[in-house]
């Protein structure tokens, strides 16, 4: 397909912005329109945070200030929700009646929070995290003394509690592996890290949920959680899931395309449907026939956004490079690079005592970091991850080596 002329973004998050950013960088001069039900394309990450804390407002969490919208001329529909994609006539529909003239669409519609069939979990005082509305009142219930239940331990379930924690709240954290996140960051760092949730007063439990029952009626009244693995049951004001989340393809099976889990697509995010690309959360990549695993983070959606903008363009697609995210709880700034679980793990300084970091080492070659308090150390892993660069484990290990000297070899 040649170069469009209008090309329309359904969803506002870092992989809708960075398509159209990409769009314009990479000299495309035809019609970008982006359509977003929100009030204003934002940042996510901070919303289990600083948005959550209270210390970072709307504005600071835009992932692109108004006016630069505009100074990129790129047509924002805030407040929009899509109600169709008809690809073979070139048009996209909004609910609000609006026809949309679309020679390339881009999906970019994310996921919704996961909501498994707990009995009881359809009550307001369950609460589950992904949109601006849904911090605004898990905030509104935080408070001193405040009794929470927070249900999965993975990254956004830690930050939750970490947040709710330093609000004064009463954080009673359950998961039913042990460590949780020991194949994303190791089993040694896994433990450590969720041994300090127990230093800053989470209450830990080992299980799942049964059940919720409440206990009274009215929007105040308390819940009473019954919990797996004989684990009893704990009463607490409030509930949070963070169980994940399930891609958006509402839009994309209406349309007629091929969807999985996501929204099937190839390396270049390209759909079923040649017009389409879809891109982020809302996806499944597949190539001959095989998933390929991807990433659920901040970086991996850029990324993508990238690639969907140069597959537009006719440009060669971005070079890969090694996954990175990073979490913060407690006060810690932790990131990862590669992958931990496909090698052996190599401490660098002292586990436990931040500044420090663990690499992943197979054959030689560095697949995996993960750093706490150390970003330095991340930055020069994935260099090392993407360059297959042979290492000495006991260099790597020793604090007193450069890093940037492995890198230059």
């Known amino acids: 397909m040649g170069v469009p002329q209008q090309v329309v973004i359904v969803g506002g998050g870092i992989g809708g912005v960075s398509t159209a ?29 600083e948005y959550l804390a209270g210390t970072r407002g709307l504005t600071d969490i835009a992932l692109e200030q108004p006016e630069w919208y505009d100074d990129h001329e790129v047509r924002l529909l805030a407040r929009t929700r899509v109600a169709a994609l008809r690809p073979d006539e070139g048009v996209v529909e909004t609910e609000d009646g609006r026809t ?17 069939a707990i009995p009881g979990a ?16 898990l905030r509104a219930a935080a408070s001193p003394g405040a009794r929470f239940l927070v249900v999965g331990a993975g990254l956004i379930g830690a930050e939750i509690a970490s947040t709710l924690t330093g609000l004064g709240s009463d954080v009673t954290l359950v998961d039913i ?31 799942g949920v049964e059940r919720f029952e409440p206990i009274g009626a009215g929007p105040d009244a308390p819940l009473t959680a019954h919990l797996t693995h004989g684990q009893g049951s704990v009463v607490v004001d409030r509930a949070v899931l963070a169980l994940g989340m399930v891609p958006e393809t509402r839009l994309a099976r209406a349309a007629g395309l091929d969807t999985g889990r996501g929204v099937i697509v190839d390396r270049r995010q390209v ?6 690309l879809a891109i982020g959360d809302a996806t499944e990549v597949r190539v001959d026939g095989a998933v390929v695993p991807r990433a659920e983070h901040w ?44 090698g052996n793990l190599v ?8 500044p420090f970091s663990a690499f992943a080492l197979r054959d030689g070659v560095v697949v995996g970091a993960v750093a706490v308090d150390d970003s330095k150390a991340v930055r020069a892993a994935r260099r090392l991850i993407d360059r297959a660069i042979l290492v000495d484990a006991e260099a ?14």
């Open 177 to 207: 592996v042990s460590p949780p996140l020991s194949q994303v960051v190791g089993e040694p760092v896994a433990r450590w890290l969720h041994e300090v949730h127990r230093a800053h007063g989470v209450t830990l439990r080992q299980c």
């Open 347 to 354: 401490v660098r300084g002292t586990l436990g005592s931040p």
């Open 100 to 116: 949309l003239a679309a020679s390339r669409v881009v999906i970019a519609t994310g996921g919704r929070a996961a909501r498994p």
């Open 21 to 49: 950013a990409a769009l314009r960088s990479g000299g495309f001069s035809g019609e970008i329109t982006l359509v977003d039900d929100a009030q204003h394309p934002l940042d996510r990450p901070p919303l289990s945070k």
């Open 271 to 276: 759909t079923s449907n040649p017009a389409v």
């Open 299 to 342: 970086e991996a959606a850029r990324f993508d956004g990238e690639r969907a903008a140069a597959t537009i363009l006719g440009n060669p697609p971005p070079p890969l490079t090694a996954s990175w995210f990073w979490t913060d709880r407690h006060g810690l700034h932790v990131e990862v690079v590669g992958d931990l679980a496909a």
């Open 396 to 409: 790597v290990a020793d604090p007193s080596t450069d890093l940037r000297r492995l890198v230059r070899g």
């Open 122 to 137: 359809d009550s307001d005082r369950v609460h589950v995290l992904r949109s601006v509305d849904d911090a605004d009142r």
